[in-house]
C-alpha cells in the first residue's frame, strides 16, 4: 500500500468513533478502516453513510450488489470484487451470473451487457452501472428502460450504490489497494520441481512457480556459485494458483 496504517499512536483519535467503526466490523479493523482514520470528519462520516448503504436500503440486495460488482471490474478494484461477490451469492445471485457479468464486462456493457446467464433486469442493471462508471452520462434509452422496472426509491437507492461503490473504488485504486506485487515466473509452468546441488553439500528440491525479483536474484547468485544439476520432470500443476499477492483492503 503507498500508505502506512493508522494507529492511534501515530494519530489519536476519539475512542468513540474507532468503536462504532469496530461495531461495524464485528470487532477487527480492516485496512481500509487504517486508511480512513488518518482523518477522523472522513472515517466518521464514511462509517454512518457506508453502513446505511450497504446494509440498511430495501432495495433488492442482489441488484445492488450485482452493480456494486460491475463498478469492480470496470474500474479494477480487484479487492472491492472479492468482497462483494460473495455478497451478490449470498443475496441470491449465482455463479453462472457473475461469469456472465465477467463476459460482458471484456466487451462494451454501455451498449449491451446482453448474456445468456443474465435476466432483464440484470442486463439493465449492469448496463445501467456501466454507463455511470465510464460514461458518467445515463442514456435516455437506459432510464426510461430503469422506470419500467424499479419506482423512484428504488432508482434512488440503485444509483447511490453505484455511485458510492465508484468513490470506493477509486480510494482504493488510487491509494494502491488493489495493486499485485510483481511476480516473474521460473521455467515452464507445467514443471513441478526445480533441483538445487551444493546447498549444504546435498541436492534441494522445492516447488517453484512465482517468485518476487529478489528470490530471482537470490537463485542466479546460486547458480553463479554452484554448479545446477539438470532439470527433469519438471511439471507444475497448470491449476496451480498464485500464491503471495499483496492484500491491502477488503471491504467498504
Same mark, same amino acid.
Given at each position: ?89 449470498? /443475496?441470491?445471485?449465482?455463479? =453462472? ?5 465477467? =463476459? ?12 445468456? /446467464? ?11 452501472? =456501466? ?20 419506482? +423512484? ?20 485504486? /488510487? ?14 509452468? +507445467?514443471?513441478?520441481?526445480? =533441483? ?21 536474484? /537470490? ?34
Amino acid at each position: 500500500m503507498r500508505i502506512p496504517d493508522w494507529t492511534q499512536e501515530q494519530k489519536p483519535q476519539p475512542p468513540a468513533l474507532v468503536d462504532a467503526i469496530l461495531a461495524r466490523r464485528g470487532g477487527t479493523l480492516i485496512n481500509l478502516d487504517k486508511a480512513l482514520l488518518w482523518s477522523e470528519p472522513l472515517a466518521r462520516g464514511w462509517n454512518v453513510y457506508l453502513k446505511a448503504v450497504r446494509s440498511e436500503l430495501p432495495t433488492s440486495p442482489k441488484l445492488r450488489e450485482l452493480g456494486i460488482c460491475t463498478v469492480a471490474l470496470l474500474t479494477g478494484a480487484t479487492y472491492e470484487y472479492k468482497h462483494h461477490a460473495p455478497d451478490f451469492l449470498k /443475496a441470491g445471485g449465482t455463479q =453462472a451470473e457473475l461469469d456472465g457479468l465477467n =463476459a460482458v464486462i471484456k466487451g462494451d456493457a454501455r451498449q449491451s451487457a446482453a448474456h445468456p /446467464a443474465l435476466g432483464v433486469v440484470e442486463q439493465l442493471v449492469v448496463q445501467y452501472a =456501466a454507463q455511470m462508471t465510464l460514461d458518467v452520462k445515463v442514456s435516455d434509452a437506459v432510464f426510461d428502460a430503469l422506470r419500467q422496472h424499479f419506482d +423512484t426509491t428504488e432508482i434512488v437507492e440503485l444509483t447511490s450504490a453505484i455511485a458510492t461503490y465508484n468513490m470506493v473504488a477509486r480510494f482504493l485504486v /488510487a491509494l494502491g489497494g488493489c495493486r499485485r506485487k510483481r511476480r516473474k515466473r521460473l521455467g515452464d509452468t +507445467t514443471g513441478s520441481k526445480l =533441483a538445487l546441488n551444493g546447498v549444504r553439500g546435498k541436492a534441494v528440491e522445492e516447488p517453484v512457480l512465482w517468485a518476487t525479483k529478489r528470490t530471482v536474484e /537470490a537463485i542466479r547468485r546460486i547458480t553463479a556459485s554452484q554448479r545446477l544439476l539438470p532439470i527433469a520432470n519438471v511439471s507444475l500443476p497448470v491449476n496451480q494458483s498464485r500464491t503471495g499477492h499483496q492484500s491491502f483492503m477488503t471491504g467498504s
